[in-house]
T-cell receptor
Framework: GESVGLHLPTLSVQEGDNSIINCAYS??????FIWYKQESGKGPQFIID?????DKRQGQRVTVLLNKTVKHLSLQIAATQPGDSAVYFC?????????????FGSGTRLLVRP | NAGVTQTPKFQVLKTGQSMTLQCAQD?????MYWYRQDPGMGLRLIYY???????DKGEVPNGYNVSRLNKREFSLRLESAAPSQTSVYFC??????????????FGPGTRLLVL
């Protein structure tokens, strides 16, 4: 079936370094992708999204890269801070005739070392 | 503007008991969703409601029922709880306008333990 997966379940980085979290998606027809951040005990929070007609999008300290050729998505966090420690999920939206539904990956835990 | 709210925050049930998880949003969104999240796994869709008056099954609907009470509220009911339903449940909503792709907004979650 359709799936969204992540290469690394846990990523540990030094405070101040850049972080890169990767995600592979399986449906080449997916046309919308989202990164979420989930802190312990909280619901997922939107970070950044990208549509399939783009290959890069930047936000505040975050950049999402989309490589449709290899069906790969990445989230780059610049100057990682302790507050960035969380689980990060990617999600894809395969085109459907009916309602808008997302498929989520299993998540990557980001640990920021002081 | 509270966004998406869920009650209760935490619940312990015995096998066979029933309960209803409540979700409400104040963003005038059309579509609402119920997910469950198990350790080491991503969010899995239980049921969703594309608009008021409609509900549809998601990936893991067995053992659950839903009611879209009005545009604001979408409840999830466990008629006879089982230990396999121990999980964290998230409600989400989205404007749900045709042709517009956008993020879903999530509630804080309900942690359910079934003994």
């Amino acid at each position: 079936g359709e799936s969204v997966g992540l290469h690394l379940p846990t990523l540990s980085v030094q405070e101040g370094d850049n972080s890169i979290i990767n995600c592979a998606y399986s449906n080449s027809a997916s046309d919308y992708f989202i990164w979420y951040k989930q802190e312990s005990g909280k619901g997922p929070q939107f970070i950044i999204d990208i549509r399939s007609n783009m290959d890069k999008r930047q936000g505040q300290r975050v950049t999402v890269l989309l490589n449709k050729t290899v069906k790969h998505l990445s989230l780059q966090i610049a100057a990682t801070q302790p507050g960035d420690s969380a689980v990060y999920f990617c999600a894809e939206n395969p085109p459907r005739r009916s309602s808008y539904k997302l498929i989520f990956g299993s998540g990557t835990r980001l640990l920021v070392r002081p | 503007n509270a966004g998406v709210t869920q009650t209760p925050k935490f619940q312990v049930l015995k096998t066979g008991q029933s309960m209803t998880l409540q979700c409400a949003q104040d963003m005038n969104h059309n579509s609402m969703y119920w997910y469950r999240q198990d350790p080491g796994m991503g969010l899995r869709l239980i049921y969703y409601s594309a608009s008021e008056g409609t509900t549809d099954k998601g990936e893991v609907p067995n053992g659950y029922n839903v009611s879209r009470l009005n545009k604001r509220e979408f409840s999830l009911r466990l008629e006879s709880a089982a230990p396999s339903q121990t999980s964290v449940y998230f409600c989400a909503s989205i404007r749900g306008l045709a042709g517009i792709q956008e993020t879903q907004y999530f509630g804080p979650g309900t942690r359910l333990l079934v003994l």
